[in-house]
Each structure stands twice: as structure tokens, then as C-alpha cells.
């Protein structure tokens, strides 16, 4: 007769051993955000040192979240090429995009985005969850959830009740926009690629998916650089500019070592990521979706949610061209669809509780809505 597993309070011997086990594979990862989380409480009272512990932070955090849309693609569809290639070609169009940046607007690396958004002026102090919210961000990438790092990151430091329900709208209606977009496109063109995409892709394929690849990094750096540059004064002296570059560049080397981390396999769990032909088309039409999004209107959005809404539309229609059964298909969409839910709650708590004003003004939004 089998024995059932000793119980250890509420939680069998088993689940016990479950949960030591994981914690032993993650025990780096947890000590790393536990000292983040201690160096943080020690440097937000001292606004010199807090400005680059939150920058670093950000810098990092918010790189490694959005790697997923941005270069995700690109990392899965170039799995045989050495990771120090690509942190070079994409560290590269990185230094020469802020680079045009700070000659251009007077030491403003973020092409005034910060300005436009109201961040006219650099934070004179900083709350602990300012500083603390890369480290959120850090835990959710860890988790596989994406996150609006836009709204995550700026909405601690200033925002409104209208502009978080905006970008909420916004995110989940671009969500579907994209997943509808990707459906149709591959329904109609998905044989067509079948038997155009046979055999080993040649080499201008390959050229042609670095260049897309690329443009979508270059216009991503453009838009959100700004979300690790809040914590910076606006006009980056030379020193503080070489510091900037040389972190987030340090970064983009770690990202590519661990070939995307733990985000990454919401690309990769996907059908013919890792063929350059088939991910070029997906950072084509990612490309264009973005380019309506910006014509429609300049509320920020969660360019993540776009992402997955995309590579969504597109396993549906694969699969039903193939004929196969959905219900893995659907369980799969629906897993990507609850983490980004369950990212946005978290990003949305997080913004309130680092603003106060904020959160008494989305009370009140609420109050006299309800």
C-alpha cells in the first residue's frame, strides 16, 4: 500500500520538497532583489545616490521586460549565432540612437519625451517605491508576466485617473486589434508562407531580419528610453552620458547571455520563432500595428500587450489551418492573456501606493464615476 506523503503542517512533505527546491534554483535571483530592496530603503533618503540607484535599476528592469517585443524575435531566430554578435549589433544602434538624442536636444537622451510627457524638470526627491518599482518589475519579468513599463515606471512619479484608464483602455484594446490583425493576415497568407519558407532561409533573409529588427529596437529606445532616463537630470552631462550608455550597454550584454531570461519563452513556446523568415514577418507587421497606434493618438500604451495580441492571433491561425485541436492553442493565449492582467494589477498598485495624490485622485475619479 502506498503511504500517503507526511504532512508538515498544512503542506505535505512533497509540496514542502516542491518549494525548496524551487527556492534553491532561484535563491541568486532572491538575493539579488533582497539586497536591491536594502540598498534601496538605505539610498531613496539621499537624492544623489538614489537618482542612480533607480536609474540602474530601471535600466536593467525595464530592457529585460521589454526584450520580449523588441529583440525577443530577434534572439530566437538567430540561436546559432554567438550572444556577443548580437549584444554588439544591438548595443550599437542603442549608442548611436541616444547618441543622435543628446547632440540633438541639448544633453536630453529620451528625444524630449520626458518634456512632452510633463517631466520638464528632474525629481528633487524620491519615495522608496519610486526606487523600488524596477525591483517589482524585475520580480514579474522573473515570473514571465509583461508589463507596461511606461505606465509601471512614470506613473510613480506623476500621472491622473484619466491617463491610467486610458492607457488601460488603450493596452487592451491594442491587444485585440493586434491579435486580430495577425489572424486575418496569417489565415489569408499562412500557405503562401508554408511554401515559400521551405528549405534553409538565404542570406538576404538574414539581412533583412537584423535591419527590421533593428528599426523596431531604434523606435523602442526612441519612445521608452524615457522610462529609465526619469530619474536622471534632463541635460546629461558628458560624464553622466557615458554612464548612461555604458550601464544599459553592460545590460543588453546580460540579456543576450541569458538569451532573453525567463520572458523569453513567451516568444519561443510559440510555432516557427526560430526560422529568421517567419520572425521577420512578425517584426514586420509588429512594425506596422505600432506605426497606426502612434497616428491614432499619444496616449502611452503597453507596446507589450500588442506583442502577445500579435504572436496570439497568429498560433490561432496556424493551427487552424493546420487543422490541429485549438484547446492547446486557446490554453496557451489564455496564459499569456492572465499574466499581462495580472502585470497591469500589480503596475497599477504599485503607481498608486508611489503617489499618493495619484491614488486620492483616482479614489475620487472612481467615487464619482460609481
Known amino acids: ?101 543628446w547632440f540633438s536636444y541639448n544633453g536630453d ?60 483602455q488603450k493596452s487592451i484594446v491594442g491587444y485585440f486589434i493586434a491579435f486580430i490583425s495577425a489572424f486575418i493576415i496569417w489565415i489569408a497568407f499562412e500557405r503562401l508562407m508554408q511554401h515559400k519558407f521551405k528549405g534553409k532561409a538565404g542570406n538576404q533573409w538574414i539581412i533583412f531580419q537584423w535591419i527590421t529588427s533593428g528599426f523596431l529596437w531604434s523606435l523602442w529606445i526612441m519612445q521608452d528610453a524615457a522610462n529609465i532616463a526619469v530619474y536622471l537630470p534632463r541635460s546629461l552631462s558628458v560624464t553622466e552620458f557615458l554612464v548612461f550608455i555604458f550601464t544599459i550597454f553592460l545590460g543588453l550584454g546580460l540579456i543576450f547571455f541569458l538569451k532573453g531570461d525567463k520572458i523569453q519563452e513567451v516568444v519561443e513556446e510559440k510555432s516557427d520563432v526560430k526560422d529568421v523568415r517567419p520572425a521577420t514577418i512578425i517584426d514586420l507587421v509588429y512594425t506596422f500595428i505600432l506605426i497606426i497606434f502612434t497616428w491614432v493618438n499619444t496616449v502611452p500604451m503597453s507596446t507589450t500587450w500588442v506583442f502577445i495580441g500579435l504572436l496570439g492571433g497568429r498560433e490561432l491561425a496556424k493551427k487552424i489551418k493546420k487543422k490541429g485541436k485549438l484547446k492547446a492553442t486557446w490554453k496557451l493565449i489564455g496564459k499569456d492573456i492572465s499574466y499581462a492582467l495580472f502585470g497591469l494589477i500589480v503596475s497599477v498598485i504599485i503607481a498608486l501606493s508611489a503617489n499618493p495624490k495619484l491614488s486620492e485622485e483616482v479614489y475620487q475619479y472612481l467615487k464619482n464615476y460609481l
Not at 130 to 145: D, K, S
Open 109 to 168: 537622451v529620451t528625444y524630449q519625451r520626458l518634456a512632452s510627457k510633463g517631466f520638464t524638470e528632474s525629481p528633487q526627491s524620491f519615495n522608496f517605491l519610486q526606487i523600488a518599482a524596477p525591483l517589482f518589475l524585475l520580480i514579474l519579468t522573473r515570473l514571465r508576466m509583461p508589463v507596461s513599463t511606461t505606465f509601471l515606471i512614470l506613473s510613480s512619479f506623476s500621472g491622473s485617473a484619466a491617463a491610467i484608464t486610458g492607457v488601460m
Open 1 to 101: 500500500m502506498t503511504k500517503k506523503p507526511k504532512k508538515i503542517g498544512l503542506i505535505s512533505s512533497r509540496r514542502f520538497v516542491l518549494i525548496n527546491l524551487l527556492l534553491r534554483r532561484q535563491k541568486n535571483f532572491i538575493l539579488f532583489i533582497g539586497i536591491g530592496f536594502f540598498i534601496t530603503g538605505v539610498a531613496y533618503p539621499h537624492h544623489n545616490i538614489a537618482m542612480w540607484v533607480g536609474f540602474i535599476l530601471a535600466a536593467y528592469s525595464a530592457v529585460a521586460n521589454d526584450s520580449i517585443q523588441t529583440i525577443g524575435t530577434f534572439i530566437a531566430s538567430n540561436g546559432n549565432q554567438k550572444w556577443w554578435k548580437l549584444w554588439l549589433y544591438i548595443g550599437l544602434i542603442f549608442i548611436i540612437t541616444v547618441s543622435v538624442s
